[in-house]
């Protein structure tokens, strides 16, 4: 009879179901023959691995503690990141830090009971050759009461320093904490200090050792504010206001990023914080605060004409419709405030430097840097982009 496989035979079909005992010897144990096919000749790696008599636990085990011992020793591996969570600079962050520390040596310490009891058990109870057929086993009260009792233990322990945590960084924040809104937009990060008067864009100050009570709302989407190194993420969502607060201890810049997907440009809407000094902080605010120095009328140097071609070009190419100078007639809430674009690090969200070149790149064509960017071509020429672009880098 044909079933329509090649290598179909009513023997074959025998030796699948009928176990050929091995006639050896009277005392040796029956074996399995497993036939072979064109889709099992010589067996699988695999299969060879499992089914093989003389397969040694020995061996199991050495190479299962081999290969443990390789991924513990390249996890170890990084370097220096940006946006590292492993690196706390606040409160929030280390209370965090200090829960995840606390709950991974519980994994540790549980991982190696349970991978030492499974490797004792394979190497005193694997197969040796003339030993008698195990013999079954049921039923031990004492093993019983403990694998249940001790993982409810080790439940109870991670959960009374989670549920501390929980409380410590969703209470109000301290009424002395300085309070800075964030407005998240597609695709940029918004920043308004209501006690100083002062706004900006993807570049937060704070001073170090003062708690921040960061309110958080979107324009659009949803976003999630995150520096890594100040504390856990926050959904930033439209028509709802949410808050965390936390405190650096540490000067330097930190990078964030918006971690909840908001479109297609999501991962090219950075941020940078920097923490500074009281006095430097303080400094920073002042100069934030103060007006736009223009050009004068009548100044009638290069640079001065080139701030002034710059300024008319800035007026007139429609830039004016989407950003805010403070003390010139552009009054626009689309895009960033680029009142003191100047004395920033970065431009674009945070991916480009804050440099001639780049300025002039970005007003070129901001599609080509940040595909999705709201920000249209101008088809400006490139005078009127050279004289832009030192008008804006002026503004300090």
Known sequence: MSTGWPWYSPAAARSVTEPRRSLTSPGDRPSVAVPSSPHTSGGSFLSRFLLHRNFSADRYAKTLLGVAAAGFLLSACGGEYTQSAMVPRSDFARNVDELFRGIFWWAVAVFVLVEGALLVAVLRFREKPGADEPKPVHGNTVLEITWTLAPAIVLILIAIPTIRSIWLV?????????????????????????????????????????????????????????????????????????????????????????????????????????????????????????????????????????????????????????????????????GPDLTHIGGRRTIASGILENTPEEMARWIRDPQAVKPGVLMPTMGLSVEQIQTITTYLQGLK
């Open 170 to 334: 969703d209470r109000p924040p301290t009424t002395e904490a300085m309070v800075v809104e964030v407005i998240g937009h597609q695709w940029w990060w918004e920043f308004r200090y209501p006690e100083l008067g002062v706004v900006t864009a993807n570049e937060m100050h704070l001073p170090v050792g003062r708690t921040v009570d960061v309110r958080l709302r979107s324009a659009d989407v949803i976003h999630s504010f995150w520096f890594p190194q100040m504390g856990g993420k926050r959904d930033v969502i439209p028509g709802h206001e949410t808050f965390v607060w936390f405190t650096p201890d540490s000067t330097g810049r930190y990078t964030g990023q918006c971690a909840e997907f908001c479109g297609i440009a999501h991962a090219l809407m950075k941020m940078e914080l920097v923490v500074e000094e009281p006095d430097a902080f303080e400094s920073w605010a002042e100069s934030m605060g103060a007006e736009v120095v223009l050009p004068a009328a009548d100044d009638t140097t290069e640079s001065g004409a080139l701030l002034a071609a710059g300024s008319r070009a800035f007026m007139s190419g429609g830039c004016i419709a989407c950003h805010t100078i403070a003390g010139t007639l552009a009054r626009g809430v689309l």
